[in-house]
């Protein structure tokens, strides 16, 4: 790809609507400094409005948790009204049945609902929040009675993996029609406790041969989406599609980034709904131009066949762990770092998590809580 | 991203009425150049044959009535338009993203 190749129109747009969020889990991926500020509803329809405009189809509304916004139904139709896909990603904490019904009412396409685990007790803490799964369990009954699609993302690490046939079962059994095994990312928050969540190569070994059996088990029943961890691939995974290429990111406070954790690389300008419309930010915000197309690439990608497929792999991971955003991301076996990973993989501390408290973030920093062996 | 894959060998029934659910939606998009398929957090862009068969997943007709509307709009012949039709059918249903 050169200068001259034309911008392609974004498709999906991640929303993050608040990042209030109940919930404590260790691998939040939220960015460190959380905004405070948050758009409000009008704000939102006029983004949908010129998203819309841009090409976007679909709309991820998110968080946090993004029903700790009050007006959360007004911007599921706000989004509707300007013709988007809406998809609700959520915990479903703070979502009753009678919330729900004004969000099916609203026109709300499709939702995600992330579980822990297959059983209460573990799913509950790692969570970090008492009483989610059931909540969980209502809400996904809510969503099928209303004749929604429904989504199950599980979020898989250490402690769970294990389970993730009774994981893909239990999606089945609250009527999901798609299951993402989403392995933990480590940016962010999920940094911190990437010793306490990392699994073992022989746990994702056999969670990847225990999901091509779930898939020609179920075959017709749910569909089963998943990928090879990071830290255990060979290839890294093509991040958002490439570089502002796809999708973008609006923050709680109207900034709009390329992916959700591209504040965690030093240096980029990133402009602001509340400046600039949608367009020229996706066009020209120095944050979007920084690693669009092929240009900013060094070896081993800038020769590599693989570039126009991976993208160079995900910036943050490179900035990360090398310390050069412009770096091959190193889960990458071409990296030249790419023993950094394997050797990251194999640091796994039996600690408690460090749970992600926002009240208390602010008093007193992070707080850690009971063990996973301390669980009942 | 590909519409049909590996076709399926279960029959539909000639009288099952195809519909997308809800959350499924065909869509004219002019910024994407065309009629795009909408699908929980997926986007296909549907060829010109796709698109005529799932313009007719209404929940009304039915697969026989589908067919024989193809075979004689484009005056092919009506087995080779059943094989194409079920093929793509099939592969939707299997990933939820069709009623039948």
Known sequence: MTAAEPILNPLGLLAELTHRCPLGCPYCSNPIALDREELDTAAWARVFREAAALGVLQVHLSGGEPAARRDLAEITAAAHDAGLYTNLITSAVGLTAKRFETLADAGLDHVQISIQDHEQNSADHIAGYAGAYERKRLLAAEVVRHKILLTINAVMHRANIDHVSEMVELAIELGASRVEIAHVQYYGWAVTNRAMLMPTRAQVERAVSAVEALRAHHQGRIVIDAVVPDYYARFPKPCVGGWGRRSLNVTPAGKVLPCHAAETIPGLEFWSVREHSLAEIWEQSPAFRAFRGTDWMQEPCASCPRRFEDFGGCRCQAFALTGDARATDPVCQLSPKHALVAALAEERREEPYVYRRLERERAAGPVREKSPAQAP | ?100
């Open chain 2, 1 to 100: 991203m590909q519409l049909t894959e590996t076709p399926q060998t279960a029959a539909i029934p000639p009288d099952a009425r195809p519909r997308l659910p809800r959350g499924v939606r065909l869509v004219h998009n002019e910024a994407q150049g065309g009629l795009v398929l909408l699908a929980p957090e997926r986007v296909f862009k549907p060829d010109p044959i796709a698109v005529e068969i799932l313009k007719r997943c209404t929940g009304e007709a039915t697969l026989d009535a589908i067919v024989d509307d193809l075979a004689k709009t484009y005056s092919a012949p009506r087995e080779r338009i059943l094989t194409d039709v079920s093929a793509l059918l099939r592969s939707l249903a299997d990933r939820k993203l069709l009623e039948l």
